[in-house]
């Protein structure tokens, strides 16, 4: 289901107080930080930590193969029934679970990580805990990467578009589970206290357990405005006076909005932002210099999935 500005859209499920609930965003810089600090304020939540940023989805695949692997060994002759290897799947996510919640007994421990990759097997591994995924506006989200990490613009409304698209992959597959959020961070920011109101009640959570107080003083933790002073850090800071993440890109040209059209405008539209208008076409220049951060943007794809491969490998043949 998705949370919006506004209006309540609770499940018609009665949902269990999961004991685990997954933050996963689109990428660094959607908000995965500030949704995971509103929820600590809940009396009945627990943050993991130190582990920051968990990495449990991302590489999910590792524990698929192990069962696939076993499970490719065990003799027809034996009649395992067919769900065998998806009870062992979840089993092993289980243990995870056990893990995550094993420093905060009795509490509802919320982890997080700013990637979506592979979510797609979150709820064959973690089929009893709630799922939060955090959508920003790309041309938000690019630029606060462009400013934070030096991000190469081609580069990033590729990964962007590439996060949008398993997001909507996703949400295809999963629109009515009821232990699945899909969250815009501009939703959440335009009213925080509502929002997370009905986060709690979508997760069995009681809404009266959240400290308004605490929200009116909750700090700033990583903004890319950190990074434009040359201190980015993670640190909380106080809030300052007008901030407002929500139009990093106003200073974009169109040719910018033309190539984030071109490569992610459509997964723009279908999570349910806009897009400029940009008429006109671009220059001689302006096409070399795509052409040219297209081509390195592919060349870092590749070697990523090269590392990827790589660690696939290793990790599961020996």
Not at 247 to 273: K, T, V
Request: glycine share 6%; aromatic share 10%.
């Amino acid at each position: 289901m998705e949370v919006e500005a506004g209006q309540v859209t609770a499940s018609t499920v009665q949902v269990d107080r999961p004991d685990v609930i997954f933050i996963l965003g689109m990428l660094p810089r959607t908000g995965t930080n500030h949704l995971a600090d509103l929820f600590e304020l809940h009396q009945d939540v627990a943050v993991l930590k130190p582990v920051f940023e968990d990495h449990l989805v991302r590489f999910s695949p590792l524990l698929t193969a192990y069962v696939e692997e076993v499970s490719r060994h065990w003799s027809s002759e034996w009649e395992v029934p067919l769900d065998e290897p998806a009870n062992l799947l979840a089993e092993i996510g289980g243990g995870v679970v056990r893990w995550i919640r094993a420093p905060f007994p009795g509490k509802t421990v919320v982890t997080k990580m700013p990637r979506v990759e592979n979510v797609g097997r979150f709820f064959d591994l973690f089929p009893n805990c709630g799922l939060v995924i955090l959508t920003r506006d790309g041309r938000s989200v690019v630029e606060s990467g462009v400013r934070s990490f030096n991000w190469p613009y081609e580069f990033a409304f590729r990964m962007w578009n590439n996060a949008a698209e398993e997001v909507l992959r996703f949400r295809e597959a999963h629109e009515d589970h009821p232990r699945l959020v899909i969250l815009r961070y501009e939703d959440l920011i335009d009213d925080e206290g509502s929002v997370m109101a009905r986060l709690f009640a979508a997760f069995g959570l009681d809404p009266e357990g959240f400290s308004r107080a605490a929200l009116e003083e909750l700090p700033v933790r990583g903004s890319s405005l950190l990074a434009d002073s040359g201190a980015l850090h993670w640190q909380p800071v106080a809030r300052p006076e007008g901030f407002d993440p929500r139009q990093r890109w106003e200073s974009w040209d169109r040719h910018l909005h033309r190539r984030f059209n071109a490569i992610a405008g459509a997964a723009q539209q279908d999570l349910g932002y806009s897009v400029e208008s940009t008429p006109g076409s671009d220059s001689v220049l302006e096409r070399a210099v795509s052409l040219r951060g297209a081509a390195s943007a592919r060349w870092r794809e590749f070697k990523s999935s090269l590392r990827r491969m790589r660690r696939v490998v290793v990790g599961t043949w020996w």
